[in-house]
């Protein structure tokens, strides 16, 4: 199984610019979601979906994130415009059913917004 | 207040000895806690899950514990390696509708030579 994977795994980007980043869940799995890590903050979850459908997105910090999963193998986290309060290492996560079963996480998106 | 606290914040340990961590959470009502090992410039992968009525759970020269009275877990690492040095995070999972996991701050293990 070649687990959850994330692109790009390094972006740098000046401020106003507009990221994407994007996530291929495993396989299987109907749970995904995205978190943000930070030194000062850890990890803090951004949104989650269950079945394409977005759950819980209360994480998301303001109107310039969004995120969508358009299919069961696809979601992408766009932030329009960037910032520099920004920068964090973006996680996107799979796990089978509820966020109650094991949870794998990608190799993460480090964003740097200069 | 972090409803999930680890100690210590970081750790050096000698090749070959052996540590603990600490984790104590006030998350209620309590479905599983997880461990993970975060290694540097890597995504967390979980090292044990344990619900209520599991008191102990190894994975290799991993051991967790869990207290669910005191709410209290540890993790105890045998015979450390270099590989282990890592952040150990744990998570705790509410049993409520929104299945809001809860993450420590971690504890970064720094094991050497």
């Known amino acids: 199984d070649a687990g959850v994977i994330q692109s790009p795994r390094h972006e740098v980007t000046e401020m106003g610019q507009e990221v994407t980043l994007r996530c291929k869940p495993i396989s299987g799995h109907n749970s995904l979601f995205w978190y943000r890590q930070t030194m000062m903050r850890g990890l803090e979850l951004l949104i989650y979906f269950n079945n394409n459908v977005p759950i819980d997105d209360s994480g998301m910090p303001e109107d310039r994130f969004s995120a969508k999963m358009p299919n069961a193998s696809f979601s992408t986290l766009k932030i329009q415009p960037s910032e520099p309060r920004d920068s964090a290492v973006y996680f996107c996560?799979?796990?089978?059913?509820?966020?109650?079963?094991?949870?794998?996480f990608g190799e993460g998106s480090r964003l740097t917004v200069l | 207040k972090n409803q999930v606290e680890q100690s210590p914040q970081s750790l050096i340990i000698l090749e070959g000895k052996n540590c603990t961590l600490q984790c104590n959470y006030t998350v209620s009502p309590f479905s599983n806690l997880r461990w993970y090992k975060q290694d540097t410039g890597r995504g967390p992968v979980s090292l044990t899950i344990?619900?209520?009525?599991?008191n102990t759970k190894s994975n290799g020269r991993y051991t967790a514990t869990l207290d669910a009275d005191t709410k209290q877990s540890s993790l105890h690492i045998t015979a450390s390696q270099l590989s282990d040095s890592a952040s150990y995070i744990c998570?705790?999972?509410?049993?409520?509708?929104?299945?809001?996991?809860?993450f420590g701050a971690g504890t970064t293990v720094t094991v050497r030579a």
């Open positions: 996560a799979s796990s089978r059913g509820t966020p109650n079963g094991e949870l794998f």
């Open positions: 998570v705790v999972l509410a049993q409520r509708a929104d299945y809001k996991l809860s």
């Open positions: 344990m619900t209520f009525s599991e």
